[in-house]
């Protein structure tokens, strides 16, 4: 597998999100891009990552597909050291490693090991969701930075004009109220009202997504998992989610 | 009470600044505007917070006065939230509460506890002070941050013309001279020298004033407690009076 | 000894720097300029660090030379305070402190203690270098920060025409090609390799040279000494000496 990219923004600012998440990965690169499925330790989260084919200016996958897994950790600082005009190859080696080569003036490679890792294959669920919010990417995030001076979990609140954002700490409690409007689309299957409870300390790890896009797709349903989407059309994509925390109050 | 400010910055840069000094206090709100009178835990330094009334777009106050203890770190966290077009509103509810709203493309509303703060009312206390050092705030900031490098402590010591600003530590020493010029005016009311010496770590939290007002007005005398004074007319008062150091040198 | 400079940030930087390897160190002013020549604690750097006289607007010694003794760490401290635009002085005084006077709009004066060093003094040794590499400062600065992320050490890898800058970590590898081109002059004797491994804790700590000049000299040898020149022209030099890591690979 060798796959060339002009712009490493994308793929660098991905993994520095992911691996915050998730340690070790498995990526798999098909005809259709390098994609990640993967669940965090606590099997809480799930991050779904593809970088479609057509960021590439060089893409070999031999085969139908082929797989790498990396320590993202490992991999985040590797990456780190890339600057925007370099030109990013990623390349598996026959003694099984993953070559990095960042070209600019200079021609700097790193090689880092490639593991075994012999989880079954991850699939992204299948879910429903009767509310969808999309959004500029920063009002979810401020709005997720408000509830957290006050609480480690947040409360969403769906109906069809709607999204209340509310949490409630020991003393102190935040309540925030987006509406629809030129900037944010809120639909609601039925007439009901929608609600469900997250962590903020996984959602506060997510909304870093907003360095990929400036627009954002909530979904959730009652007491049930919460979808949160990152794209960029023809480019990549970034989605994560969450089960609720389901409590006696 | 329900008081409503479209500039929240005063507010908020001055509970900041406060709360480093006080963890909780009572705000009373007259007719003429917002006062917090207190002193900080050790009894070394009180703090004369004013926000005028003039500063509000709405201002109710139920009967002459109405008072509110809060705790100001709590305070402080949620005023964090609020960017520079949002409008503040604070009100008192019946459940005890002080509920604190922030209105710009979304509402945003959060509530804190208020609390039981028994003690005597605090009164800012009539001093007399021979030396008075109006200056750039800068100035004075630069000559705390200067001696801050060799001590803890810092003596002013002031004449008609001259306001001499020295440290000593076990090992190195500063020695500051600030002159009467266009931005300095150095007034003594007698011929005499005035000296005294205050605690750097109290100084250096009240000269985050210069976040307010980029004037400030030194006042002192001969081991006695010093008055530094932020202001911005029909806007805020921020003024601290520090108890001084006395030893034996 | 008085000695005056109107433009600090040579001065100030430079201790910056050298502050990092050693903790004190013994000045030299003779007519020439303001020289320091010291080794580090752990006896692995030698720091040579020259203010020519022509930085001075006042430069007064008494006699051939003159020395004087210094905490480094104080000495940053106090420079740290000047501002670009203050005239700077520094004054040994009869009961044996330096004086800095730092001069602009306010006068501030620190005193610090010299101190008595006993140490033989140290001389920059005479060494052959066959490989010169001048490049911009970034470049090699870049180069060492990449192999950072890997590893504790790297090797320096010079022929005629190629610097190679690599590090093998436990698990990850890095490699850096720099050749000759517009701002990078490679030089070697011979048509040999020259190969050496030098510590990055004390490279990287040496690479904050780039502060005074945008260009830089890297001097090595095969396992032998390696020498790193920062120069500004008729004003400053700064330059390192580091022995290398012989291991066993």
Redesign the interface.
Known sequence: MKLVLAEPKYFKDSISIVSELVSEAKFKATKNGLKLVAMDPANVAMVNFELLSSCFTEYEVSGEEEEVAINLA?LK??L??TKGDDILSLETTEDNKLKIEMKS?????????TLEIDDKEQKVPDLSFPVVVEMDST?LT??V??VS??AESVTFLGSKELLCVKAEGD?????????N?ETTSIKAETDDKYKAKYSLEYLKKMISGSKLSAKTTLHFNTDYPMKLEYKVTDRVLLSFILAPRVDND
Do not use: G, Y
């Open positions: 490992n600082q590797i780190r050291r003036n200079t021609t700097r490679s790193f090689s880092i090991p009002t401020e709005a930075e408000d001076v006050v003393l102190s409690k935040a309540f925030i109220e987006i509406k409007n």
